[in-house]
């Protein structure tokens, strides 16, 4: 069975600092990743994804996130946070033996204040 | 614009009432998801179809119905089954054919409150 774990409910920065929102995740065979972003009553929207190549991924609103695979990880950063930035964000995770369905992590709440 | 339409936006439902929750897209993906997102519980999959015609149960089936008569649109019945139907319902698309690395597109969703 696929999972993924966002062991951070909360996540508070001041404007201007960097933010990291965490996630890792368990599966078997290689894993496909996500990163979203849930403004309220919104639907999700997608901000990038790791297939395979560097470790590093660059996606929209200028945040990166580092696949790490000894350590099953796959953080969502930005080196310089926004108020606009404050949302819900979800990890997610396919693999090629589960017919393609993702399994989603439980949502981290980020908010960036002033 | 291409997306997905998923309406009503709210909607209200009374106890032992069934409920269609509409899902329309225009991207011509093959596959389309309905998930329920309840606070600090992220989204739980209820059913799934990868084609036309055929359809599976997700995580948590139990209370509701699905359709797939045509590419386009994915409803969702919400029946008198499910105790606890509160919740926001998402649908989702992707293409299958470009690969297990496409994302998903999401609608807006739409809000059911029991009364």
């Known amino acids: 069975a696929q999972s993924v774990a966002q062991p951070e409910d909360q996540v508070n920065v001041a404007e201007g600092n960097p933010l990291t929102v965490k996630c890792t995740y368990s599966?078997?065979?290689?894993?496909?990743l996500f990163w979203y972003v849930q403004y309220p009553n919104r639907g999700l929207q997608f901000l990038l994804k790791?297939?395979?190549?560097?470790?590093l991924v660059k996606g929209s609103y200028g945040f990166e996130a580092e696949f790490n695979k000894s350590q099953t990880s796959f953080h969502l950063k930005k080196p310089s946070a926004l108020v606009s930035d404050s949302a819900l964000y979800f990890c997610?995770?396919?693999?090629?033996?589960?017919?393609?369905?993702?399994?989603f992590g439980d949502g981290t709440t980020l908010t960036v204040k002033p | 614009d291409g997306g997905i339409t998923q309406s009503p936006k709210y909607l209200f439902r009374k106890e032992g009432q069934n409920v269609t929750l509409s899902c329309e897209q225009n991207l011509n993906h093959d596959a389309m998801y309905w998930y329920r997102q309840d606070p600090g519980q992220g989204l739980r999959l209820i059913y799934y179809s990868q084609i036309v015609n055929d359809f599976q149960k997700g995580d948590i089936a139990e209370g509701y119905s699905v359709s797939r008569e045509k590419k386009e649109s994915f409803p969702l019945t919400v029946t008198s089954a499910q105790k606890n139907p509160t919740a926001f319902y998402l649908c989702a698309s992707s293409d299958p054919l470009q690969g297990l690395y496409t994302e998903a597109f999401f609608g807006q969703g739409t809000r059911l409150t029991v009364v």
């Open positions: 599966v078997s065979g290689n894993p496909y």
């Open positions: 997610a995770v396919r693999v090629n033996t589960n017919a393609g369905k993702s399994t």
């Open positions: 790791y297939i395979t190549g560097d470790n």
